[in-house]
């Protein structure tokens, strides 16, 4: 006859010991495994429930030892652990003015542990798990827990998975950075060109007014060189100066040897009101 799942819940956080037997670690993973129903989880969460409202630290020490054994297998029991945040806080970590039970020391074990344990599942699960990361903002802000430790220990204990993190962290803001470059380029193609045609509009109607005249703007219809893949990685200092600017400029250089006078009548009339159009569209 199999061990109930209470009967070894109570047997890990009872037992005095500052560690979990093994054993009985094992014996209690084995029969969540093999429940497709998710009711030993539900009973292990009911129990552990039961350990951490216990008035004694050491035994509450031990429930969030085997919690976080529990939370880092299984999606079901990280539910019913954040439904009941604002509980378990004051139940490891004495939140909202709630007093953590003797023995001292151990009050104190169980409060650095409550940090150490719940920072790393911020860093591994909050991403999946926004109300984890709405907790730890409430702890650090509201609550004035001291993360410091925990994070330290959290990056002496797993360096490499810091590193991980870290990497995927570089590689999505870059590939940001190069969607926003072919964005503010194409957005700059598409004024510059708008310009450009503009422009050439204005030529041709100063050439009505004056015959004769050419180039009263300059030379203005360069356009800019396409970018290769390869150079992605040396335009991303491009992007982040223009959108630091947070605005494009496109430099108008009129040829102080073309500058024309002439009077609006009947008959250029027409031509003038197209002129204004587009000086307005240059200029905006």
Not at 46 to 62: D, G, T
Not at 150 to 169: F, H, S, T
Not at 269 to 282: H, K, Q
Request: glycine share 4%; hydrophobic share 40%.
């Amino acid at each position: 006859m199999h061990t109930s799942i209470e009967d070894l819940v109570a047997e890990l956080t009872t037992s005095g010991s500052e560690t979990l037997d093994t054993d009985t670690v094992n014996q209690l993973k084995r029969r969540l495994k093999h429940d497709e129903s998710d009711q030993a989880i539900i009973q292990t969460f009911q129990a552990l429930q039961l350990a951490l409202e216990k008035r004694h630290a050491q035994v509450r020490l031990s429930a969030l030892q085997l919690a976080n054994i529990v939370f880092c297998r299984s999606h079901q029991f990280r539910l019913l652990v954040v439904e009941n945040l604002p509980r378990w806080f004051e139940l490891v970590l004495g939140t909202n003015h709630k007093k953590l039970p003797a023995p001292v020391q151990y009050a104190q074990q169980l409060r650095d542990m409550a940090a150490e344990i719940y920072y790393m599942w911020v860093e591994r699960f909050g991403n999946g798990y926004q109300r984890l990361v709405y907790g730890f903002r409430y702890l650090r802000f509201i609550e004035q827990v001291d993360f410091k430790r925990a994070v330290k220990e959290y990056k002496r204990k797993d360096p490499e998975r810091i590193r991980a993190r870290r990497k995927i962290r570089l590689e999505a803001q870059s590939e940001y950075l190069k969607r926003s470059l072919v964005s503010v380029q194409a957005d700059y193609m598409r004024t510059r060109q708008s310009i450009n045609e503009a422009l050439d509009t204005l030529d041709n109607c100063f050439a009505i007014l004056v015959p004769g005249i050419v180039d009263i703007f300059g030379s203005h219809g360069a356009t800019a060189g396409t970018t290769n893949d390869d150079d992605d990685d040396g335009d991303l200092d491009e992007v982040l100066a223009i959108m630091a600017a947070n605005r494009q400029s496109i430099d108008i250089n009129i040829n102080p040897e073309r500058v024309l006078e002439a009077e609006e009548d009947t008959e250029n009339s027409a031509v003038f009101d197209v002129i204004r159009d587009y000086l307005r569209l240059c200029v905006q």
